[in-house]
């Protein structure tokens, strides 16, 4: 809910001094200063803001104060600037109404400060977006620039504005701004060659010269170092609080926000460079033959520079500083100039420069924020002119700003007077004419085109023949005279002949806002404002872009011999223009008010604010405003806030608001001619009859807060009282819930509890009993069990006991055996009749029936084997079985001729063709062919011959040409004869008397001794069938060879390698055999 106040809660002293009471100056001072005070620096004069200079920064300026201010009433909060903008503001956007804000006040007052906060408030509660915001900020940022360029620090302000400034800013339909026009007036040029002590020249002469970069300053030909320029006066430089350099580059960036380009910004520093150049050129006389003085530059080097700057031809200018082309009609005379005169141009030169560069500025940056669409904006204008100025000694620029003051005053009062006629017409209120004090008579004896002063100076500048200040002012007198405002020693009124506060060369006019005296010496120069046409075509020749568009007068193609219009005219004329201008919109003013001349905060200086409440005609304002009612209000606010005054009003009241503040009135009986109903608003006459209802009201609220109070602390008790009960019903009942809960609870435990310790216990006292009942029928079972089982073998013992170990036995050997064989089937050891594994035996009662089962395994594997053979490998086996019989254990050779299988036919004789012939003539089947040797009984070496055993005979052939040497029936042999050693010797002993023995018995050897004698016994034994051939294995034997009897004795001799045995002839009856070892 949005809270209603008023400019009357709260206040601090009288925030409208129209509700001053009494109203006297003392009184409206006292009022100023009491609110200055308590940093209440604005105070409203109805619509009027009048604004102390608090000289520091005070925390109301803050976006939430923007905020506050917004969209509210202009009565409604406290006063302030941002009150007046809004109200411009909201009027413009709403109701289509132009407006302008006049600003003024004395220099150092504030005026640009607040022409500042008011674009600062628009900008910040108007429309956004992109293009807006770009308005906006060009709008903002012109400021900077202007103030760099016009504004300088003079004894009274340190950042005061030499120039008067308009500014018209545009909006749309919605109320975003669009664009804007600035107008500048009178720019104080004369500071640009001179200033007074303690003050400065413009600042950006000091900013370029700090804040420049090294480069940008070679680059202008200029030195760092402020005291190198005549133009700059050195007592005050530097400036506290104010960083030039800081300054310089907020300019440049401003200047690049608003759109200047980056080589106009380059030719406008050149320009301020060539002042300063300017300043520093100086003159010498040079001697004529004509008796006067020529001017001459002394020193060339700054001209030259500064024409290098701006390309200018050094010689022209230097020409026209020296002499001075007057034209007349159709003649030129060309005068010398003298070096005052010389300075004189110079200086006017540097003025014209730098004002006319000031315009272009302002035209320069009108170019950028002018609006784009052509279609008609709503205006808000924003005046920023200087204020009435009252100095000791004034002269033409005073002159000029007080009459543009009285031109600011008089349209004041116009227009106040106006709009307060018009609040009256439309509220249907008896018009009662208001006297007040009309300067329209000063402005008269100012700008009357016949008579009036500055017609008069125009016309002395004009005039052939000698003028001077001192012609002027007696043109003054005389024509003057006669005016009530216009005071002069000489004048024709004689009461001033003894006034020595007036000096004869001066005159005095009686402004509105006091008397002020003014010095005429320069008025006539001011007013000419002369620059030597030499100078301007010179500057024309420049080859220098902005320098040319400076100057078009000095264009040689457009010589115009009329005098340029004067300085009065021209102020007069724009001055014209501002004020129409002016007339067309809805005036706001801001009367801005220096509280002291130290620049200091917290002083309120009484004099000095006397003064200026004086000539601001703020005393006049209050009385013009008052003249009819000093107050009003519309119906509504006024009902809302003094109801509570009236039991009918109070606290509601139901009928049209009008009807409401008519009965309140009437209840408190105030006086009829005090008030007077409008359509819209009640008027009222007097401050005293508000501050009486401000003041019942004020009684009445205490009595209101009292009840309001009591109701409210009746109800908070109340409701307090009210809340604790049903809390505490609520808490009863939640406790009981609970408690009984609680207790149901342990009620419930403590029967479970008793029911499971009763339930155990049962339970355990019948698990007891049957315990009990199970363990005796257990016993009596077991015992039933025990006395069977004696009694069952007591009565079978007689059965058990004979057999039982015998049949366990059988039975357990049955197993055994069973197992036995089973084990023995399963590890069966191989099938081959060499194979010697055998199980281990088990049982050692099983010994013998183990070994038996081994040799009847192994004969059942041989006769497995055997079965197997043909009848050829079954004779082998059958001869080696013989040879085995013979042999085993008696011939130690045997063992080795064990695995030599019996091939029989070692020569393959029937398919060798050396025997073929040997072969032929065997008629039986060679059983044996083998190469033997003989041993020769004679010395015991052995002859090889062939060995051939066929079916019936053995026969002997020479083994080279295979003769039969000897074929011996076998019947006729008698028996064999074989060492026991390991030699093939073998003695074939035939029968006595047989065919063969008669060359006696073969001693022989052979390789294949066992299967030669088993051979021959197999088959000696068929062809005798005798059962068998004796076979003598001895170590001693005799042989008979022919007659003799040898006998051949076979002795172990050392072990040879190779070699067999030897046999050797000891004596006719024995050979000796000598058989190695074979160890
Ligand atoms: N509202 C304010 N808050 C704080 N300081 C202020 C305010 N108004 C003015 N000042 C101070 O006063 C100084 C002078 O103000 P300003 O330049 O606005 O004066 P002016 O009236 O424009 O003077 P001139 O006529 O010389 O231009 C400012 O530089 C600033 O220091
Ligand atoms: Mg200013």
Redo the contacts with the bound molecule.
Sequence with gaps: MEVKTSLLDNMIGVGDMVLLEPLTEDSFIENLRNRFDHNE?YTYIGSVVI?M??????PI?TPEKVEEYRNRNFYELSPHIYALADEAYRSLRDQDKDQCILIT??????????SK?VMSYVAAVCGKGQEVNKVKEQLLQSNPVLEAFG?AK?V??????RFGKYMDIEFDFKGDPVGGVISNYLLEKSRVVKQPRGERNFHIFYQLLSGASDDTLRKLKLDRDFSKYNYLSLDSANVNGLDDAANFRTVRNAMQIVGFMEDEVQSVLELVAAVLKLGNIEFKPESRSNGYDESRVKDKNDLKEMCELLGIEQSVLERAFSYRTVEAKLEKVSTTLNVSQAYYARDALAKNLYSRLFSWLVTRINESIKAQSKTRHKVMGVL?I??FEIFEDNSFEQFIINYCNEKLQQIFIELTLREEQEEYIREDIEWTNIEYFNNAVICDLIENNQNGILAMLDEECLRPGTVTDITFLDKLNTVCAEHQHFESRLSKNSKFLTDHSLPHSCFRIQHYAGKVLYRVEGFMDKNNDLLYRDLSQAMYKANHKLIKQLFPEGNPAKVNLKRPPTAGFQFKHSVGTLMRNLQTKNPNYIR?VKPNDK?APRIFTDSLVRHQVAYLGLMENVRVRRAGYAYRQAYEPCLERYKMLCKQTWPHWKGPTREGVEVLMADLQVSTEEFAYGNSKIFIRNPRTLFSLEEKRRGCLENLAALIQKIYRGWKCRTHFLLLKHSQVVVAAWYRRYAQQKKYTQIKSATIMVQSYSRGWKARKILRELKHQKRCEEAATTIAAYWHGTQVRREYRKFFRANAGRKIYSFIMQRLMQKYFLGLKRDLPSMSPIGGSWPTRPYRFLDTAHTELRSIFHHWRCKKYRSRFTDERKAVFEEKLQASEIFKDKKALYPSSVGQPFRGDYLEISKNPKYQKLSSAMDEKVLLADVVNKINRANGKGTARIFLLTKNNFVLADQKTGQVKASVPLPDLASISVSTQNDGFFALKLKEGSAGATKGDFLLSSEHLIEIITKLRRTGATAVNHDHLDIDISDEFLVQFKQDKVCVKFVQGAPKNGNGASCKRKNNRLLEVSVPSTA
């Design positions: 620096i604004s200079n608090p000289y520091r920064s005070l300026f006040g004395e220099s150092g007052a504030g005026k640009t400060e607040a906060l504004n003079t009274r302000n340190d950042n005061s504005s920023d200087y204020g801005c620049k």
